[in-house]
């Protein structure tokens, strides 16, 4: 796009549609209980912010991951925007945020415009049929926050229903149940690019303690 060369080249990651690793998860029927539920969450929007029991312990994450994805998004003002919606959007769907940063690393390499050949959409990747089931038609799966919204939400459902099996609810988010080799990418960029432990904190007049 021409338009893109007048544009600082921290900004180019959203612009360009890109590939993504992504198979397709597969359209299955909800029942009404589960399509009920998965809507509320996804219409249930507020302005992310970081959710941490600890101010300190919020910063200190948002600088240590902001460093690591300082690579592949050089604009700090969009990096801390984004992992800010990450944390919150997953700590809202009880998963970890260091496992939705790899998946996304995996699914689509940060860019929020990216497609997978299935037509999956986005930063995590979400299939076009989920508006229809739990969404309207005017949610926007490139949209930044409304995309997290959906992908934590999905993988959430996916991990109940595989009762906390991560291996397979990857599988079934991915649409290669069954298959390793997806699992097996996650929970590399898991563990080895997003682990974090928190840092220890100092409570005036007593001894260091760790954070929560």
């Known amino acids: 796009m021409k338009t893109s060369l007048l544009l600082p080249l921290s900004l ?3 612009l360009a549609p890109a590939p993504a690793w992504a ?11 589960v399509a009920t539920a998965m809507s509320r969450s ?7 912010r970081l959710v941490f029991d600890d101010a300190r312990v919020g910063q200190a994450w948002l600088a240590e991951m902001s460093s690591r994805l300082q690579k592949r998004i050089p604009d700090p003002w969009v990096r801390e925007r984004l992992l800010t919606a990450i944390q919150y959007e997953a700590v809202r769907a009880g998963l970890d945020p260091q ?3 790899g998946l996304i690393q995996v699914e689509s390499g ?3 415009y990216a497609v997978s050949g299935a037509g999956a959409r986005g930063l995590m990747q979400v299939m076009p049929f989920w508006p229809r089931h739990i969404g309207t038609a005017q949610h926007n799966l490139f949209d930044l926050s409304t995309n997290l919204r959906y ?3 999905i993988l959430r459902y996916y991990l109940d229903i595989e009762r906390g ?3 397979r609810a990857l599988g079934r988010y991915n649409g290669s149940l069954g298959r390793s080799e997806y699992p097996d990418l996650v929970m590399g960029a898991w563990h080895r690019r997003w682990a974090w432990t928190p840092p220890a904190l100092r409570v005036a007049g007593d001894a260091p303690l760790r954070a929560r």
């Open 12 to 14: 180019c990651w959203v």
């Open 23 to 33: 198979g397709a998860q597969k359209e299955e029927a909800l029942s009404a209980n």
């Open 42 to 48: 996804i219409s249930d929007v507020n302005a992310p």
């Open 99 to 101: 496992l939705v940063l």
């Open 110 to 112: 940060f860019n929020k």
């Open 151 to 153: 992908g934590c939400t």
């Open 165 to 167: 099996n991560l291996f």
